[in-house]
């Protein structure tokens, strides 16, 4: 079946530190990957996506690159701030018809201090 | 993008009593919703997937007479769970799937004592 690995937390940076969060996954087929962020009190929130072998996605200077070879998809922030605090989800949906839920990772608590 | 909102947000109750946590979705009419739980340090483990106007299907291992689910209207789906134990205690979270992206509720920390 499907599973994701995350890199354990919590993980704690200074602020301007740069931030990696290792994820790897296996499953059958071409999944999409994904990364999810949940602030404090609130919901999951789509953070990036990818969705082919070598497709990066970004946003908000977060970016993490869908690797088949070494089936990854780590997220990568060169200067974290104060506001990124918060649990990231890897997580991938399968491409096989009736198995199209998302399969998350354990989540990672990143804190950031000033 | 849809808008899911849960409530409440957390709830204490006591062993045997029941709880019915709501997800809403608010601008987006969804036929299917998603519940998932979460315990500590763990991934999110989905337990049913909601259908508007039929019955809930299950995962694996989640018992169905337990988790109640309800998914009356197009826009509220409800879960209930029965008879609480302590080992009900955690964090749950609905969703919504909107065209290809999903989108969550804020979740409902469960304890019973």
């Known amino acids: 079946g499907n599973s994701v690995t995350q890199m354990e937390g919590p993980v704690t940076l200074s602020e301007e530190a740069f931030l990696t969060i290792n994820c790897t996954y296996t499953?059958?087929?071409?999944?999409?990957l994904f990364w999810y962020v949940q602030y404090p009190g609130e919901g999951l929130q789509l953070l990036l996506k990818a969705t082919k072998a070598d497709d990066k996605g970004s946003n908000k200077g977060f970016e993490a690159t869908y690797r088949k070879e070494t089936t990854s998809f780590h997220l990568e922030k060169g200067s974290v701030q104060v506001s990124d605090s918060a649990v990231y989800f890897c997580?991938?949906?399968?491409?096989?018809?009736?198995?199209?839920?998302?399969?998350f990772g354990s989540g990672t608590q990143l804190t950031v201090l000033p | 993008g849809a808008v899911v909102s849960q409530h409440p947000s957390w709830v204490i109750c006591k062993s045997g009593t029941s709880v019915k946590i709501e997800c809403r979705s608010l601008?987006?009419?969804?036929?299917?919703m998603f519940w998932y739980r979460q315990f500590p340090k763990q991934s999110l483990m989905l337990m049913a997937t909601s259908n508007e106007g039929s019955k809930a299907t299950y995962e694996q291992g989640v018992e169905k007479d337990k988790f109640l689910i309800n998914h009356a209207s197009l826009t509220l789906s409800t879960l209930t769970v029965t008879s609480a134990h302590p080992e009900d205690s955690s964090f749950y979270i609905c969703s919504v799937r909107a065209g290809t992206e999903a989108f969550f509720g804020q979740g409902t920390r469960l304890t019973v004592v």
């Open positions: 601008d987006f009419q969804a036929t299917t």
């Open positions: 499953a059958t087929g071409y999944p999409s």
């Open positions: 997580a991938l949906r399968s491409s096989s018809g009736s198995a199209r839920q998302l399969t």
